[in-house]
T-cell receptor, first 118, second 114 residues
Framework: AQSVAQPEDQVNVAEGNPLTVKCTYS??????LFWYVQYPNRGLQFLLK??????LVKGSYGFEAEFNKSQTSFHLKKPSALVSDSALYFC????????????????FGTGTRLKVLA | GAVVSQHPSWVICKSGTSVKIECRSL??????MFWYRQFPKQSLMLMAT?????????EQGVEKDKFLINHASLTLSTLTVTSAHPEDSSFYIC??????????FGPGTRLLVL
């Protein structure tokens, strides 16, 4: 069965320091991986995705993620954290097969709360 | 581009009433829309998938007669919570897919049933 794991419920980092939010996955076939950010009482905002190509993917707001096939990981990173980066981050993987209605579903991780301390 | 709106952003209703939530893709045509439910401090739970002009596909355990979904056009999907009860109180989020890999999410609707 397909799954996504975010092993940390919360990550604390000092402003200006690099940050990493971890995500590992288990899928059959080639993974389609996504990172989203959610601010309080808001929907999810798309950050970046990996479909194919370079293992290092650059996204919005200075975030990037590294796809590592051997470790089945897709960790989110940023070289220098900002207080405004504090939010809830979700990793997601697209299920490999279409549904009966012809669409693809996402599987979401449980989320990691990032706290950037001033 | 790829903006999704939801209306209302929050709603309070009495137990037994029905509530309709609208999800609109503002600058793209959403061939598929998804409805999620999110409990406090938890991940998103997919409720149903809808394609324009056809019946929604509900996830296991989601009552289709309770959560009515209509996807009448490529830019509008609605979720109606019928005969709402306090346990239906939650944060409901929709997303749209324009035929590529990425889902674009609305800002969510917080429902409180008294």
């Amino acid at each position: 069965a397909q799954s996504v794991a975010q092993p940390e419920d919360q990550v604390n980092v000092a402003e200006g320091n690099p940050l990493t939010v971890k995500c590992t996955y288990s899928v059959s076939g080639n993974p389609y991986l996504f990172w989203y950010v959610q601010y309080p009482n808001r929907g999810l905002q798309f950050l970046l995705k990996y479909i194919t190509g370079d293992n290092l993917v650059k996204g919005s707001y200075g975030f990037e993620a590294e796809f590592n096939k051997s470790q089945t990981s897709f960790h989110l990173k940023k070289p220098s954290a900002l207080v405004s980066d504090s939010a809830l981050y979700f990793c997601a993987v697209r299920e490999p097969g279409r549904t009966t209605s012809g669409t693809y579903k996402y599987i979401f991780g449980t989320g990691t709360r990032l706290k950037v301390l001033a | 581009g790829a903006v999704v709106s939801q209306h209302p952003s929050w709603v309070i209703c009495k137990s037994g009433t029905s509530v309709k939530i609208e999800c609109r893709s503002l600058d793209f045509q959403a061939t598929t829309m998804f409805w999620y439910r999110q409990f406090p401090k938890q991940s998103l739970m997919l409720m149903a998938t809808s394609n324009e002009g056809s019946k929604a596909t509900y996830e296991q355990g989601v009552e289709k007669d309770k959560f009515l979904i209509n996807h009448a056009s490529l830019t509008l999907s609605t979720l109606t919570v019928t005969s709402a009860h306090p346990e239906d109180s939650s944060f409901y989020i929709c997303s749209g897919n324009r035929g590529e890999e990425t889902q674009y999410f609305g800002p969510g609707t917080r429902l409180l049933v008294l």
